[in-house]
């Protein structure tokens, strides 16, 4: 079974930064692509960076300039390094990850539980 497992979320002012982690454990065989989603009260759940295994990325437009993804793959863990935090980033935030648990599996996607980040003054 598989879990991703995410720290760093916390309450920071505007203005202020957090960096996000997320590491799978369990029975991993290959990892792909991996990123962050967030979910504010109210709203729907949103992508907010992805990166693949050969260090490509992608942003939401919303937290581009702000925010950088990055993953150590030896580790199998990924990163968000939140600069500049606003208000509107208040949201829990979910690692994702496309997952083969063998060499006889398919890729299967994987959320964590998520973690709470607050920007407030």
Partial sequence: QVQLVESGGGSVQPGGSLE????????????????WYRQAPGKERELVATATTSGGTNYADSVKGRFTISRDNPKNTVYLQMNSLKPEDTAVYYCNADIVTGPRYYSMEYWGKGTRVTVSS
């Fill in 20 to 35: 996000l982690s997320c590491k799978p454990s369990g029975n991993i065989y290959t990892i792909g692509a991996m990123g």
